[in-house]
């Protein structure tokens, strides 16, 4: 009969001899981990699976309406990451997640690399969403009043292409009628008397009926039931400064700009396909850039 010391031992020794396979299967684990990072694994773990994050409008639809039939003609698979917010697609794509993003400008591109010190390059223009002058209470520009009020966004980015647009439409003059950092400070002339109620650019749809006229962002609008090319009074065009400023771009990470999948992306993106699909789809809400 053991006595309760021997079975003590007993059990100890069993013990440690279980501590140590545990530990041989963690070591033997890790390395294989190890080794099938160090040999390369694409992001998406399968060299024809492509991986794109994006906002779901209209970035993530025309991936999966036009993009997605396009790769799949070349043997590749499409799968689009949809975020809600602006800061998770560039920190996937930093991260190797996903093999590229598509949602952003260049202005954002390069301040997220600043702040964040992230490695991110924009290979291909796709698209812009342009902004339009809309009715309230003044039919036309013709009969806007001495001293209207006009309704505007109130971040620096969107007032500064309101204020473009307005001057381009002959109500207000600017400085420099092509810099996108103009602010109210720039104007030089302002013969109507126009008065600015500043807004977060969500919000400039909801006061419509209460100002003469408004500048609303193109996927605002659309959210708000108006056509940009039905409704508009003035709109942003394809060879403004705002479009070239603020066209959206398919991006990678650095040294990802000559891959075969980036390549694939962006030949897809760049198609006559999706200039159809996004002419037909988004009602001028979306304008392609290529």
């Known amino acids: 009969m053991q006595t309760y010391t021997e079975r003590h031992r007993r059990k100890l020794r069993f013990a440690l001899a279980g501590a140590a396979l545990a530990a041989v299967a963690a070591f033997s684990l890790a390395g294989c981990g190890a080794t099938q990072q160090a040999s390369g694994e694409s992001a998406s773990g399968d060299d ?8 779901p409008t209209p970035q993530g639809e025309i991936l999966e309406n036009a993009v997605a039939s396009l790769l799949e003609a070349d043997g590749y698979t499409l799968e689009v990451k949809e975020f809600t917010d602006y800061v998770q697609p560039n920190t996937v794509t930093e991260e190797g997640d996903v093999d590229a993003n598509y949602y952003q400008h260049i202005p954002y591109l390069d301040n997220f690399n600043e ?14 969403e342009p902004m339009g002058i809309y009715a309230g209470k003044s039919a036309s520009l013709d009969a806007l009043p001495d001293g209207a009020t006009v309704a505007v966004p109130n971040d620096a980015t969107n007032e500064a292409r309101a204020l473009l647009l307005l001057a381009k439409a002959g109500l207000i003059e600017v400085k420099d009628p092509t810099d996108v950092n103009t602010t109210v400070n720039d104007i030089t002339s302002n013969s109507k008397n126009l008065k600015f109620n500043e807004l977060e650019a969500a919000n400039v749809p909801n006061v419509l009926q209460d100002v003469d006229i408004a500048v609303i962002n193109g996927n605002y ?17 394809a060879d403004s400064a705002a479009a070239q400023t603020y066209a959206n771009y398919l991006v990678v990470k650095e040294g990802n700009e000559d ?13 006559d396909e999706v200039r159809d699909y996004i002419n037909s789809t988004f009602d001028g809400a979306v304008v392609p850039v290529f």
Do not use: P, Y
């Not at 702040?115 to 698209?127: I, K």
């Not at 959210?223 to 409704?231: H, M």
């Open 115 to 128: 702040e964040q010190g992230t490695h991110l390059v924009a290979v291909e223009a796709v698209h812009f």
């Open 259 to 271: 891959t075969d999948k980036t390549k694939e992306l962006e030949k897809a993106l760049n198609s």
């Open 221 to 237: 609008a659309l959210a708000a039931g108006l056509s940009v090319n039905k409704d508009s009074l003035a709109v942003e065009t």
């Open 48 to 55: 024809k699976t492509i991986t794109v994050a994006a906002v």
